[in-house]
């Protein structure tokens, strides 16, 4: 799982490199292959991950903005 900002740069970094080689994409016994997949998941995982936390992070600026306007 990819728990930082930082960790997340680098693994894209790392996907950049795997995907110069046609063979790691096409290729499931090239060495890389797995690496780049696994890799993959991860990467979207973490961006589904940051998604959904800015839609709770809007919806609840938005309920605060609503409550303050009542009270």
Avoid: F, G, W
Avoid at 20 to 35: G, H, K, L, M
Wanted: charged residues 30%; contains cysteine.
């Amino acid at each position: 799982m990819i728990q930082t900002e930082k960790e997340y740069k680098a693994i894209l970094h790392r996907i950049e490199k795997l995907l110069q080689n046609p063979d790691n994409i096409e290729n499931t016994e090239a060495p890389d292959y797995i690496e780049l997949n696994l890799s993959s998941d991860l990467v979207a995982d973490y961006e589904r991950a940051e998604e959904h936390y800015s839609t709770i992070l809007y919806l609840c600026n938005k309920l605060k903005a609503c409550t303050n306007k009542l009270t």
